[in-house]
Antibody, heavy 116, light 111 residues
Framework: QVQLVESGGGVVQPGRSLRLSCAAS????????MHWVRQTPGKGLEWVAV????????YYGDSVKGRFTISRDNSKNTLYLQMNSLRPEDTAVYYC?????????WGQGTQVTVSP | QLVLTQSPSASASLGASVKLTCTLS???????IAWLQQQPDKGPRFLMN???????TRGDGIPDRFSGSSSGAERYLTISSLQSEDEADYYC?????????FGGGTKLTVL
């Protein structure tokens, strides 16, 4: 069965960096675009970034453009999100999701807290 | 601009049916959407996609109590024979050129 497991979250000070990972299994990872989506406490879902199945295209939400970088390693079935210049408003649960092209499988999320 | 609009809340009684609505912004009424369910303290789960012609495809393991339909720019999720575990947040989602969009979510209370 499809499994997506996020890791790498934690508490970080404003201006610092963090890298999230998402380990995928149960499907042909290299055939699917993958997304990062976040959810702030008590709020809705916000799309963060997408990467094409082969890494050829990457798109970002306006709030993270220029600060976050999405990447993937198809040999390791792993998706990444490099987050730089973190701000308090980046505090959220971060989910990875498989695209088909609608987001049909999601991980359980990893918490990122940006605080002094 | 691609926007999805949902009512913030809905409620229905145990065993009854409820119909949730997701409205696409003007000019986007031919877009397909996905319905997602998020139970408390869990990640979202894909329920189904709903096309502009009303056809829908449920995700793996989603019971047929959940169904989808369309009318113009509106996409619907109908849940019949409501159960307590259906109490959750429901989101719709779609995509356009270089952008993926979520509705604000509807909190469903099962009375």
């Amino acid at each position: 069965q499809v499994q997506l497991v996020e890791s790498g979250g934690g508490v970080v000070q404003p201006g610092r960096s963090l890298r999230l990972s998402c380990a995928a299994s149960g499907f042909t990872f290299s055939s699917h675009a993958m997304h990062w989506v976040r959810q702030t406490p008590g709020k809705g879902l916000e799309w963060v970034a997408v990467i094409w199945y082969d890494g050829s295209n990457k798109y970002y939400g306006d709030s993270v453009k220029g600060r976050f970088t999405i990447s993937r390693d198809n040999s390791k079935n792993t998706l990444y999100l490099q987050m730089n210049s973190l701000r308090p408003e980046d505090t959220a649960v971060y989910y990875c999701a498989k695209a088909a092209p609608l987001l049909d499988y999601w991980g359980q999320g990893t918490q990122v807290t940006v605080s002094p | 601009q691609l926007v999805l609009t949902q009512s913030p809340s809905a409620s229905a009684s145990l065993g009854a049916s409820v119909k949730l609505t997701c409205t696409l912004s003007s000019g986007h009424d031919n877009y397909a959407i996905a319905w997602l369910q998020q139970q408390p303290d869990k990640g979202p789960r894909f329920l189904m996609n709903v096309n502009s012609d009303g056809t829908h495809t449920r995700g793996d393991g989603i019971p047929d109590r959940f169904s989808g339909s369309s009318s113009g720019a509106e996409r619907y999720l109908t849940i019949s024979s409501l159960q307590s575990e259906d109490e959750a947040d429901y989101y719709c989602q779609t995509w356009g050129p270089d952008i993926w969009v979520f509705g604000g979510g509807t909190k469903l209370t099962v009375l």
